[in-house]
Structures are given as C-alpha cells and as structure tokens.
C-alpha cells in the first residue's frame, strides 16, 4: 500500500483546510482496513487525529481535541482519503500524516504500529 497526503498550507487562526491522501495498493481495494490521520507536532510525539472504516464510511472516530471541528471521509471510488479541518487553531500546526491498516475489530485495539504510511503535509495556523 502506498499513501500520498497532500493538500496542507498555510492558514489563518479559523480558517479551513481539507487534506487529501491518495491510497494505491495491489488489490486496488481496501476492504477492511481502517485509514486515519495522525500529526506531529516540533518536539512531540505523534499523536492520533480521526480514522475511517474503509468499508462503512458512518464508522469513524476522532481525538477529543479535534471533534466537532474535523471530518474524516473517503471516496472509495478516487481511493482518497480525506481530513476536512475547520475552525483552525495554531496548536493545530503540525505535519498531518495518513496512515492504513488491516483491522476488524474496535478503535481502542486498532494496530497502528502495523500501518503503512504516507509521507506527511505539513499545516500551519498563524494567530
């Protein structure tokens, strides 16, 4: 599986910004696998943003940091995972990286360190 996130920038305190993560793989599908969005922030660790079932698009969950203000989504038909990012805040600044993993289970057991990676975009909000 390979991931490519793009679409971060530059953005005003309150504003907005959609980031868009390209999944290609050789079985063309992703069923089961669950794909979020993780960022991380000069100096600290990586921490979860939002994730979506693959296969049921209602099925997503969010760090309490981020709900209400972020959607997850996914076109299975462009193989696109998305993070739609509003009401901004500068401790939103931080590399947004995507991530993909099989999994079947509940949110709290899914096995990220078992997920492939794309490469990162980074998002700036400025006060």
């Known amino acids: 599986v390979q991931l490519q996130a793009s679409g971060g920038g530059l953005v005003q305190t309150g504003g907005s910004l959609r980031l868009s993560c390209a999944a290609s793989g050789r079985s063309r599908t992703f069923s089961g696998y669950v794909m979020g969005w993780f960022r991380q922030s000069p100096g600290q660790e990586r921490e979860f943003v939002a994730a979506i079932s693959w296969s049921d698009s209602a099925n997503t969950h969010y760090a309490d940091s981020v709900q209400g203000r972020f959607t997850v989504a996914r076109d299975r038909a462009k193989n696109t995972l998305y993070l739609q990012m509003n009401n901004l805040e500068p401790d939103d600044t931080a590399v947004y990286y995507c991530?993909?993993?099989?999994?079947?289970?509940?949110?709290?057991?899914?096995?990220?360190?078992?997920?492939?990676w794309g490469q990162g975009t980074l998002v700036t909000v400025s006060s």
């Open positions: 991530a993909a993993v099989v999994h079947f289970g509940n949110w709290y057991q899914v096995p990220w360190e078992n997920a492939y």
